[in-house]
Each structure stands twice: as structure tokens, then as C-alpha cells.
């Protein structure tokens, strides 16, 4: 059974940061990109970062500079660090991991930055 799941969400102010951890479970993860979305209120989801199974990294323009994905692969897992945090950046952020023609979802993690 493929799971993917999200963890260090939580509450943080502004100019803040939360380093978001995605484990995987099921897949042969060393294959999968994985990616990293977002969904805030009322708005579509939005792909925020991509590593992919070779390494290499993409980011959504309103998060380059400040956020950073990376990838263990010892450890099935996929962090997503992210720095100078807005309240832009609220949203439930979800893990996703695709390969192999098949695309698995995380369940989400809320981040909500406010003072």
C-alpha cells in the first residue's frame, strides 16, 4: 500500500520558518519525482517545488529564494524547507509523488502563518 505522508506543519509567524517532511511508503522512491503543492482558501492548487528523481529542483516563482526542497533517498523522504515565511504562504500543502505513469497524493499538511 503506497502512503505519503506529511508532517511540520503548523502556526508561525511572519518572516518565520517551517521545514515540512514528506515520508514515503509503498513506492520504489528512488524513481518518483516528487513534488510539493499547495491549496489556500477559495484558490486552486498550485505546484510550489519539484525534485526530481535525479535531483534537480524547480520552484514556483513566488517561493524561489526562500523555500528549498531536497531529497533523502536512504530515507524515503522529501523535505521542504521554507524561509521568510508570508501570510501569502498559508495554504494546506501537500506532498505528491509521480512516476512510473502513476501519481500518488499525501493527505496535507495546514501551514498558517499569521501573527
Known amino acids: 500500500q503506497v502512503q505519503l505522508v506529511e508532517s511540520g506543519g503548523g502556526l508561525v509567524q511572519p518572516g518565520g520558518s517551517l521545514r515540512l517532511s514528506c515520508a514515503a511508503s509503498?513506492?520504489?522512491?528512488?524513481?518518483?519525482?516528487i513534488n510539493w503543492y499547495r491549496q489556500a482558501p477559495g484558490k486552486q492548487r498550485e505546484l510550489v517545488a519539484h525534485?526530481?528523481?535525479?535531483?534537480?529542483?524547480n520552484y514556483a516563482d513566488s517561493v524561489k529564494g526562500r523555500f528549498t526542497i531536497f531529497r533523502d533517498n536512504a530515507k524515503n523522504t522529501v523535505y521542504l524547507q521554507m524561509n521568510s515565511l508570508s501570510p501569502e504562504d498559508t495554504a494546506v500543502y501537500y506532498c505528491?509523488?509521480?512516476?512510473?505513469?502513476?501519481?500518488?497524493w499525501g493527505q496535507g499538511t495546514q501551514v498558517t502563518v499569521s501573527s
Open positions: 525534485v526530481s528523481y535525479g535531483g534537480s529542483t
Open positions: 505528491n509523488a509521480a512516476g512510473l505513469g502513476v501519481s500518488h
Open positions: 509503498g513506492i520504489l522512491f528512488r524513481l518518483y519525482a
